[in-house]
């Protein structure tokens, strides 16, 4: 056997292998989409990302006779806890060579190093909480990620159930073809919209870009309260949600993104984005090219050929008091419209937690198919 060990990334030049490694992993894979690779190395910067400001996290290195053949990461979420109040540790950027024997070190280092920290659990993958990518793939493997979403190989299924990982929760994406949405929209559902559109006391516009920062606030207003008893949910402090819409900002087609007020009062919103991983996965940056030849290409690929023929159903809410009044419909509707204006054909709406039995039932009745499954794992320490 040749010789396996763990070691961590400490420095600049072990985390640049750490971030450089998945391409490694997915070399000749058609389906996997790189990131690109400036954004994560300012991602896990201490300094540019405010998710460290209440979490440590340690970086993992898997080598063969000095060759990188896997990574993890663990790490504390103190947020997370206090949310909660629970006391779990995480794990994500789980990346392995087809090498059994290095998968189970890494996962295992991973949960000693949270039972070291004196956590009782550990869950992930997670990259590194919800507002970030989490999940690990578990079915439809023979296709590309939307925007924002994970890709692994099948074989990390086994590798986590073999190390004693066990379900902790599903989560679901759904997809609808536009054209058959629009119609065979149930009519008790047209009639709802009619209705409350009628009435003139709800209106949907789009997102005001000239008012960012002001429309974030309306924005995370609605979400927080909508998502806040939702598994796995912490609300993002300030630095983290103008992180986040910095790097929403970038993809945004305010079109897309929808507010929905009632007498003057934003109530309900809906966050769809473009399939930025189309022209992405065209474009393929990767280590030793010119990050901005990359870029031109995803220009390029992006606002010229525009190859993108998926949207993503990124984020939806209303606020409690204004459920089950047409809200969530009017936003179905005009979304769906507004994408088959500008040549979309296929909409994922992801990703949904299995047990959120009202939202399931509603993407359902509007024709919905399951069609990928992301699963968070747990392990007991």
Known sequence: MSDLKITKATNKTELKEFIHF???VYKDNPYWVPPIISERIEFHDPEK??????????????R???????????FTNDAYNKFHNSNVGFYGFFEVLDDPEA?????????DWAQNAGHISIIGPAMFTTNDEVGLLVDGFDDSPRVLMTYNPPRYVDYMETAGYVKAMDLYAYRNNIDE???????????????VKKTKKLTVRSFRMKEFDKEVERFKRVYNSSWERNWGFVPPNEAEIEHIAAGLKQMLDPDLALMVEHEGEVVGVGLTLPDLCAPLRLAYPRPGVPELWSMLKLVWHWKIRSKMKWIRVFALGVL?????????????????KRAKAKGYEMAESSWILENNEMMNRSIEMLGGKVYKTYRMYEKRL
């Open 181 to 195: 949405f629009l119609e065979n929209m149930p009519d008790k559902l047209r009639r709802v919209v009619e209705k």
């Open 320 to 336: 409690p008091e204004h459920r089950a009044r047409g809200v969530d419909a009017m936003m179905y509707l005009e979304t769906a």
């Open 64 to 74: 063969r006779n000095g060759e990188v053949v896997g990574t993890i990461a663990a």
């Open 22 to 24: 998945p391409w490694k």
């Open 49 to 62: 990302n405010p998710f460290f400001d209440h979490a440590r996290v340690e970086y993992f290195l898997a």
């Open 103 to 111: 998968a189970a070190l890494l996962l295992r280092t991973a949960a």
